[in-house]
């Protein structure tokens, strides 16, 4: 999916998720890093994609980049 829409922030996600599920943890943090960044700039940003990023940077022990994003993602799961 990725190849054929490499702009789709949800499959950056999908694939990022997948890679951090089986040990691929930096190069799924790069994927969520994508997603972020294309969600934004599609102005749909999603808490989702934060907290996949959170939880990586957690692995990676990077935990203020992790508490950023983790809030990050709060705040957008309660915007309505």
Excluded at 29 to 43: D, N, P, W
Excluded at 50 to 60: E, F, K
Aim: charge should be negative.
């Amino acid at each position: 999916l990725t190849a054929n829409d490499p702009e789709n922030p949800l499959y950056q996600n999908w694939y990022g998720k997948a890679l951090l599920d089986t040990g691929g943890v930096d190069e799924a943090a790069e994927r969520f890093e994508r997603a972020v960044k294309l969600s934004g700039e599609q102005g749909r940003p999603f808490a989702g994609v934060h907290g996949n990023l959170a939880t990586a940077y957690a692995i990676l022990q990077r935990p203020d980049d992790a508490i950023r994003e983790y809030e990050t993602a709060l705040r957008l799961a309660a915007e309505p």
